[in-house]
């Protein structure tokens, strides 16, 4: 037992390890690719950064060129500019929408970018005509390189913090990858033995199942041959009990017929009570061969049995003793069960015969036999395993003398009699009907009053197939 709970353990810690390791393994993963991303992240930045730069100053070279030249056609860099360079800031705006720190660069940045295209029109519509005086136009260019140094620094800054993130993504990154494989080799390494464990010890149980399936196969037919040998005795032992008994019951009476006149009437009072007890021995011997019938029986018997046929054909057996006691029997519409035919024939002859049998004096015996299908929870005797299982409950309930519950244990035991002197039997009817019930998988039961009657609860399965 404790080397079971030491195995239990051992896969426990096993399994808790593993999926630490895997943890680790996925999260570092994670962490190896969210570096990776990080490393995209900023490189985009950067670039759509140094696109935003790079258009501002295309801007400013067409101005330039044609407040040299006087050709419209240096304008048209300026004109796309404005275009593209909205689209880059809106760009920048999603790419550090994380980041407050950039978003406030962000922000500087457009305003510097609004301030120089303020004063790039400014100067292109003072230069309409050529009426600008040089000094004027001097004065506006100087002012313009000023915002261009001032957007220059900028974005030098908003790059210089991309790339102090940059930094510490590669170093994550390098970290990831060179603990990765480690952990990844760790991890194979601990399946394996994992794999290798569980193997070992799943072999060691199978072949300690088999070893145990071969001793119990081998206690089978150790137990069938004792069955068989016990059948065997007990027939012998029955016949060869049988035959003393037999001559004992004929010479007995045979001497009380021939020798009657020179018999005395206590000779003849001992030989009629050695008849009685030689025919009650009689009667005890073919009990328990019945009984050790009943004991072992076989899968391949059980059929669908008609309870309602077995009742009929138990009545006609009972015929006489039922006109002798002027006894009436009444029953519901019995189901089919999946059963030993014969079986259930002893079954109901001795619970219907112990009804008539144990009848009050100068009181027909009435008997009720009812069914009604009950699931296994309502069964005291049924386990949890049976809880949900249908099983037919079928009442047998007579008017007769009853007996005290205190006793309840007793009855079904075998050679236990109530009624020691004033009914003829056994004691071992209701021991046998209890041995056909749990041969069938069922339950037996019983209530009683004095004098009041008793009822005999039979449970059996309620189907009509193995």
Same mark, same amino acid.
């Given at each position: 037992?404790?080397?079971?709970?030491?195995?239990?353990?051992?896969?426990?810690?096993?399994?808790?390890?593993?999926?630490?390791?895997?943890?680790?393994?996925?999260?570092?993963? !994670?962490?190896?690719?969210?570096?990776? /991303?990080?490393?995209?992240?900023?490189?985009?930045?950067?670039?759509?950064?140094?696109?935003?730069?790079?258009?501002?100053? /295309?801007?400013?070279?067409?101005?330039?060129?044609?407040? $040299?030249?006087?050709?419209?056609?240096?304008?048209?860099?300026?004109?796309?500019?404005?275009?593209?360079?909205?689209?880059?800031?809106?760009?920048?705006?999603?790419?550090?929408?994380?980041?407050?720190?950039?978003?406030?660069?962000?922000?500087?940045?457009?305003?510097?970018?609004?301030?120089?295209?303020?004063?790039?029109?400014?100067?292109?519509?003072?230069?309409?005509?050529?009426?600008?005086?040089?000094?004027?136009?001097?004065?506006?260019?100087?002012?313009?390189?000023?915002?261009?140094?001032?957007?220059?620094?900028?974005? +030098? @800054?908003?790059?210089?913090?991309?790339?102090? !993130?940059?930094? %510490?993504?590669?170093?994550?990154?390098? &970290?990831?990858?060179?603990?990765?494989?480690?952990?990844?080799?760790?991890?194979?390494?601990?399946?394996?033995?994992? $794999?290798?464990?569980?193997?070992?010890?799943?072999?060691?149980?199978?072949?300690?199942?088999?070893?145990?399936?071969?001793?119990?196969?081998?206690?089978?037919?150790?137990?069938? !041959? %004792?069955?068989?040998?016990?059948?065997?005795?007990?027939?012998?032992?029955? &016949?060869?009990? !049988?035959?003393?008994?037999?001559?004992?019951?004929?010479? %007995?009476?045979?001497?009380?017929?021939?020798?009657?006149?020179?018999?005395?009437?206590?000779?003849?009072?001992?030989?009629?009570?050695?008849?009685?007890?030689?025919?009650?021995?009689?009667?005890?011997?073919?009990?328990?061969?019945?009984?050790?019938?009943?004991?072992?029986?076989?899968?391949? @018997?059980?059929?669908?049995?008609?309870?309602?046929?077995? $009742?009929?054909?138990?009545?006609? /057996?009972?015929?006489?003793?039922?006109?002798?006691?002027?006894?009436?029997?009444?029953?519901?519409?019995?189901?089919?069960?999946?059963?030993?035919?014969?079986?259930?024939?002893?079954?109901?002859?001795?619970?219907?015969?112990?009804?008539?049998?144990?009848?009050?004096?100068? @009181?027909?015996?009435?008997?009720?036999?009812?069914?009604?299908?009950?699931?296994?929870?309502?069964?005291?005797?049924?386990?949890?395993?049976?809880?949900?299982?249908?099983?037919?409950?079928?009442?047998?309930?007579?008017?007769?003398?009853?007996?005290?519950?205190?006793?309840?244990?007793?009855?079904?035991?075998?050679?236990?009699?109530?009624? &020691?002197?004033?009914?003829? +039997?056994? +004691?071992?009817?209701?021991?046998?009907?209890?041995?056909?019930?749990?041969?069938?998988?069922?339950?037996?039961?019983?209530?009683?009053?004095?004098?009041?009657?008793?009822?005999? &609860?039979?449970?059996?399965?309620?189907?009509?197939?193995?």
């Amino acid at each position: 037992m404790k080397t079971k709970n030491l195995h239990k353990y051992l896969l426990a810690v096993t399994l808790l390890v593993l999926i630490v390791i895997s943890y680790l393994s996925f999260t570092r993963i !994670q962490r190896l690719i969210k570096s990776f /991303d990080g490393i995209d992240h900023i490189n985009q930045v950067i670039i759509e950064l140094e696109k935003t730069f790079s258009y501002i100053k /295309d801007a400013e070279t067409g101005q330039r060129g044609y407040l $040299i030249s006087r050709d419209s056609a240096f304008l048209e860099p300026y004109i796309n500019a404005d275009d593209n360079i909205v689209k880059s800031i809106t760009i920048l705006d999603s790419l550090v929408a994380n980041n407050e720190k950039q978003k406030e660069n962000l922000k500087e940045l457009v305003r510097l970018i609004d301030t120089r295209f303020m004063t790039l029109g400014s100067l292109l519509k003072k230069d309409t005509g050529r009426l600008v005086a040089d000094i004027v136009i001097d004065s506006i260019m100087r002012i313009g390189m000023k915002n261009m140094n001032e957007i220059d620094v900028q974005i +030098g @800054v908003m790059i210089n913090s991309e790339y102090e !993130q940059l930094q %510490s993504n590669e170093k994550a990154k390098r &970290h990831y990858v060179t603990q990765s494989p480690w952990f990844t080799f760790l991890l194979a390494l601990f399946s394996i033995g994992v $794999i290798v464990y569980a193997y070992t010890r799943i072999n060691y149980q199978l072949k300690k199942s088999e070893n145990i399936q071969l001793a119990l196969e081998e206690k089978v037919k150790e137990l069938e !041959q %004792s069955n068989l040998d016990l059948e065997e005795f007990s027939y012998t032992s029955s &016949h060869d009990l !049988q035959e003393p008994l037999r001559k004992i019951i004929i010479y %007995s009476e045979r001497t009380l017929s021939k020798k009657t006149d020179t018999l005395d009437d206590e000779a003849k009072n001992w030989l009629g009570i050695t008849i009685v007890a030689a025919e009650r021995m009689r009667g005890l011997i073919n009990d328990l061969l019945s009984y050790s019938r009943i004991v072992n029986v076989n899968a391949e @018997v059980f059929y669908p049995t008609d309870l309602n046929k077995v $009742i009929n054909d138990v009545e006609s /057996d009972l015929q006489e003793m039922i006109f002798e006691k002027n006894a009436v029997i009444i029953k519901d519409n019995l189901p089919i069960v999946f059963a030993i035919a014969n079986h259930m024939d002893r079954l109901f002859l001795n619970l219907i015969s112990n009804a008539i049998k144990y009848a009050k004096k100068n @009181v027909p015996p009435v008997i009720n036999i009812t069914c009604e299908e009950v699931l296994g929870s309502t069964i005291g005797e049924v386990g949890s395993g049976h809880a949900k299982e249908k099983y037919y409950k079928i009442s047998i309930a007579d008017n007769g003398i009853g007996f005290d519950e205190k006793y309840l244990s007793k009855i079904f035991v075998i050679f236990q009699r109530l009624h &020691h002197n004033q009914y003829n +039997g056994s +004691g071992i009817g209701l021991a046998i009907c209890k041995k056909i019930v749990f041969n069938h998988k069922g339950f037996i039961t019983a209530e009683s009053k004095l004098n009041e009657g008793s009822v005999f &609860h039979v449970f059996l399965p309620a189907k009509i197939h193995a």
